[in-house]
């Protein structure tokens, strides 16, 4: 089994900044892809941004140039830095990860319990 463990969210200011952490633990062999996912009340869960084990990333649009995802393959650590928060953003942010338990497995996606992100005055 793997767990992912999120931390980092919180209240903040529109124009504000926050980074969110998400940590994989258990039975990993490999991790390809890690991801940050959010959903806002009565709104679907929609993908904000990705990243591959070499480092490619993409970002949904309404973020580009204002959140950064990065990891820390060594740690099977994912982050999202979040910057020029707007109210919009507000919303349960969920970390997933693709996995693989052991050489001969399949891949099976996991799912963080998710963080909450209010950004208000």
């Known amino acids: 089994q793997v767990q992912l463990v999120e931390s980092g969210g919180g209240l903040v200011q529109p124009g504000g900044s926050l980074r969110l952490s998400c940590a994989a633990s258990g039975s990993i062999f490999s991790i390809s892809a890690m991801g940050w996912y959010r959903q806002a009340p009565g709104k679907q869960r929609e993908l904000v941004a990705a990243?591959?084990?070499?480092?490619?990333?993409n970002y949904c649009d309404s973020v580009k140039g204002r959140f950064t995802i990065s990891r820390d393959n060594a740690k099977n650590t994912v982050y999202l830095q979040m910057n020029s928060l707007k109210p919009e953003d507000t919303a349960v942010y969920y970390c997933n990860a693709v996995v693989r338990e052991s050489r001969l497995s399949p891949v099976r996606i996991y799912w963080g319990q998710g963080t909450q992100v209010t950004v208000s005055s």
């Open positions: 990243i591959t084990s070499g480092g490619s990333t």
